[in-house]
T-cell receptor
Framework: EAEVAQSPRYKITEKSQAVAFWCDPISGHATLYWYRQILGQGPELLVQFQDESVVDDSQLPKDRFSAERLKGVDSTLKIQPAELGDSAMYLC??????????????FGEGSRLTVL | KQEVTQIPAALSVPEGENLVLNCSFTDSAIYNLQWFRQDPGKGLTSLLLIQSSQREQTSGRLNASLDKSSGRSTLYIAASQPGDSATYLCAVLSGGSYIPTFGRGTSLIVHP
């Protein structure tokens, strides 16, 4: 069964260090999302891609966060420098474009970040 | 801006009970609504997807309904089991922004 792949599953780092997360969406899914989920809360959108283009990154803290999807397939989310408040689960999701299919979201297992 | 609210925030029930989880949204111009399950420390697993033109979807013991005009969806779980213990989240894909917006979830514990 096709699934969204994410790595690493767990990352522990010290504040001020750089961190990177990788996501490989389901094959053929043009839309890719990065969400951040703080314990006990719902996921909050950081960035949405359509192919290689950013559709929405209004909630991405651009002074320290960056995201790219160079070839419109896999994607990387980077944090530099990491701060204590960045400790959270980082979730990647993909979907077929809503105008071409149901728009159903599929999530990966997530990357749990702990900043010390 | 779409806002999604889930009530109750937490629920603890004995095994065998029928449950109703609620999801409300402020902007009725939606494309679809999706219910997810999340186990501790894991990603989200899709349970049911309801398109804006649909009124309900069913999968096994789960039934989700959608009332766009009132901005509400309910997830009905029949004959709950301990294995149903998890957090249940709803996400609304808004018709204007096409950005999925999530509620904070309902944490469910089903005890034997």
């Amino acid at each position: 069964e096709a699934e969204v792949a994410q790595s690493p599953r767990y990352k522990i780092t010290e504040k001020s260090q750089a961190v990177a997360f990788w996501c490989d969406p389901i094959s053929g899914h043009a839309t890719l999302y990065w969400y951040r989920q703080i314990l006990g809360q719902g996921p909050e959108l950081l960035v949405q891609f359509q192919d290689e283009s950013v559709v929405d990154d209004s909630q991405l803290p651009k002074d320290r966060f960056s995201a790219e999807r160079l070839k419109g397939v896999d994607s990387t989310l980077k944090i530099q420098p990491a701060e204590l408040g960045d400790s959270a689960m980082y979730l990647c999701a993909s979907s077929s474009p809503f105008w071409a299919a149901t728009g159903e979201l599929f999530f990966g297992e997530g990357s749990r970040l702990t900043v010390l | 801006k779409q806002e999604v609210t889930q009530i109750p925030a937490a629920l603890s029930v004995p095994e065998g009970e029928n449950l109703v989880l609620n999801c409300s949204f402020t902007d009725s111009a939606i494309y679809n609504l999706q219910w997810f399950r999340q186990d501790p420390g894991k990603g989200l697993t899709s349970l049911l997807l309801i398109q804006s033109s649909q009124r309900e979807q069913t999968s096994g013991r789960l039934n989700a309904s959608l009332d766009k005009s009132s901005g509400r969806s309910t997830l009905y779980i029949a004959a709950s089991q301990p294995g149903d213990s998890a957090t249940y989240l709803c996400a609304v894909l808004s018709g204007g922004s096409y950005i999925p917006t999530f509620g904070r979830g309902t944490s469910l514990i089903v005890h034997p």
